[in-house]
């Protein structure tokens, strides 16, 4: 459940930000039954209020019925030496005691817009917590209460929130499949994310998420124009020229080199396209691949403001043939 500091202004959220679950009965039935509620994980503060004392964790932690995780953190796994699913991201925020909500990559991941990283990113506000392996922490002195979710019972940023934390440590490339994954799953609208950089402008990744969506508001290159200024850029570039509109297993694609088994698509519509559009787009990139393909996708975004990234990553892929 989110929290609230009454002290605050309406919106905002100080500290603590959300509350684990509350303990309220004895021994270990009540602690099983806050860990079923908490991806099997409890913390030190919660056993103690379940009438665990000190020595009676030790013992359990001796026989195997409590598992430190990480160690030293004064959280638990309950029976099971390994965390169950958003276990590891569940004991991140527990370590804080409510005064932390899962953000950037992590939170991108659980949204369902980026990939799992390979450890937990946190942010918290008003406390003092290193990085230290496995869990990456950034400090705020407060957030709107519009900018933090619940989701899977974990405090999350929200999506627009997210894309503005991710903006700053991600490539531009990276940023625009993201919002395109969040726009196509409902998640966000640009009046959210215009929103959320209002209210947080000195955050490091308004820059470049601002310079998106203004470049959004740009006429956008057709298909054809895309495909026309693309060409000329590869033959400017001394490139191998492709093949045009050939068929692969029945699917036309834009740019062909067989010999490097390679395949450029143009999207024209910068990822403003329908969730339907959307994925046609990866059934048709999953049977290219299926078929011994490689696939890079170019926005005009990209081949009007990234022209020479982007023929080069053409020709790395032109020259790193199969």
């Known amino acids: 459940m989110l929290a609230r500091d009454a002290r605050s202004h309406p919106s905002s959220i100080t500290s603590p930000i959300w509350a684990p679950v509350q303990v309220t009965g004895l021994g270990d039935r009540e602690v099983a039954r806050v860990a079923s509620a908490q991806k099997g994980v409890v913390s030190r503060r919660q056993l103690l209020d379940a009438g665990i004392t000190r020595s009676a964790i030790q013992h359990r932690l001796n026989h195997g019925r409590l598992h430190p995780y990480p160690r030293g953190a004064g959280v638990y796994l309950v029976g099971r030496s390994s965390p169950e699913p958003l276990g590891a991201e569940m004991a991140a925020v527990l370590r804080f005691g409510g005064h932390a909500v899962l953000s950037h990559r992590t939170a991108a991941a659980i949204w369902g817009f980026g990939e799992r990283p390979d450890g937990v990113t946190v942010t ?35 999506p627009a929130r997210t894309l503005l934390d991710v903006a700053g440590c991600v490539p531009v490339t990276v940023l625009e499949r993201m919002l395109a994954e969040a726009r196509v799953r409902g998640l966000v609208r640009d009046a959210q994310l215009w929103a959320a950089i209002e ?104 081949l009007v403001d990234e022209p020479l990234a982007v023929i080069a990553s053409i020709a790395q892929a032109v020259v790193a043939t199969p």
Do not use: C
Not at 124 to 138: I, K
Not at 214 to 231: F, H, M, Q, Y
């Open 199 to 302: 209210r947080a402008p000195h955050r490091t990744g308004v820059a470049a998420l601002r310079s998106l969506l203004e470049s959004e508001r740009g006429p956008a290159l057709t298909r054809s124009e895309a495909e026309r200024k693309l060409l000329s850029m590869i033959e400017s570039a001394g490139l191998p020229r492709p093949l045009v509109n050939s068929r692969i297993r029945g699917i036309e694609v834009d740019l062909l080199w067989p010999a490097a088994k390679l395949v450029v698509e143009m999207d024209g519509y910068q990822f403003h396209s329908s969730r339907r559009a959307f994925e046609r787009d990866r059934r048709r990139d999953q049977v290219l691949v299926s078929s011994g393909m490689r696939v890079i996708r170019v926005t005009w975004r990209q």
């Open 124 to 158: 918290t506000v008003t406390r003092s917590l290193r990085s230290r392996p496995g869990m990456q922490v950034f400090r705020v002195g407060g957030l709107d209460r519009r900018d933090v979710r619940q989701s899977h019972r974990l405090p999350i940023t929200a």
